[in-house]
């Protein structure tokens, strides 16, 4: 049989492989900070419900950063339609990698949220070809924007990790207790390594200084300004 074409229109793609969501998207930030908060095992009883509360973007200052990419821009679309300003910064305007420059950015910017989803992605190639470059740029991001965030007193923070932060025999399906439990997969371990490290870099200022930083693994995620090259890019499963 001839194969499925690949549809860079989520929407279309729902249409054509019959998906349906099985919670909106309100219920699936409400579930990321339960558990986020159940794996830090620092807030119980009342306190807990108090901050399972979803943080209101109305009249915040909200920093995408990554935002020509397809998380990123599909995050600004969403965000367009919340009574929020955005803030957005390319990489010729702002080295995510360099302390010095993310904490001058944020001094004048001052961002209340931010969605931390800029990153340096790829396929088995490029993460086989490239990987002192994943685990490099993925550690300094995350590491800069979450230290800036916390000196500059962000009130909420997102963090986007990986599906492959995961064993690579893990369970079917995957549940997040099989974090480190076994060895990664070998072809994108040092690109999992850094994801791994963001999510406990976040874990780690909210129980030290109480940020209200948070972590989200999206998976099997595709469409519009997705990277379809040929070599660099994933492959999609039919």
């Given amino acids: ?18 998906w349906v969501p099985k919670i909106s998207f309100e219920e699936m930030v409400r579930e990321m900070v339960r558990s986020d908060l159940a794996a830090i095992g620092n807030v119980t009883g ?9 943080y209101s973007l ?33 990489s010729d305007e702002l080295d995510l990698r360099r302390q010095s420059d993310v904490e001058a950015w944020m001094e004048v910017q001052k ?9 340096t992605v790829g396929g088995i190639l490029a993460n086989e070809t490239r990987p002192a470059e994943f685990i490099y740029d993925n550690m300094m991001i995350h590491a800069t924007v979450v230290h800036a965030s916390y000196l500059f007193g962000v009130k ?23 974090l480190l439990t076994a060895p990664l997969e070998p072809t994108n371990e040092p690109y999992a390594i850094a994801k ?9 200022y909210r129980r030290q200084y109480e940020c209200d930083f948070i972590s989200a693994m999206p998976t099997n995620l595709y469409g519009p300004h ?13």
């Avoid at 961002?111 to 990153?119: G, K, M, S, Y």
């Avoid at 791994?196 to 780690?204: D, F, N, R, V």
Wanted: contains cysteine.
């Fill in 226 to 238: 997705d990277n379809f090259d040929l070599v660099s890019a994933h492959v999609l499963p039919r």
């Fill in 58 to 90: 109305a009249g915040k200052r909200v920093w995408v950063n990554g935002h020509r990419g397809m998380v990123g821009s599909a995050l600004v679309r969403r965000l367009e339609s919340e009574n929020c300003k955005i803030l957005k910064s390319t």
């Fill in 46 to 54: 009342g306190e807990a419900e108090e901050e399972n509360q979803i």
């Fill in 111 to 119: 961002p209340d949220a931010i969605f931390l989803c800029a990153a």
């Fill in 156 to 178: 909420k923070l997102l963090y986007l990790g990986s599906s492959c932060i995961y064993p690579r025999e893990a369970p079917q399906p995957m549940s997040e207790a099989a």
């Fill in 196 to 204: 791994i490290a963001g999510i406990k870099l976040c874990q780690s």
């Fill in 1 to 18: 049989p001839n194969p499925q074409p690949i549809h860079p229109k989520s929407s279309e793609a729902k249409k054509v492989l019959g």
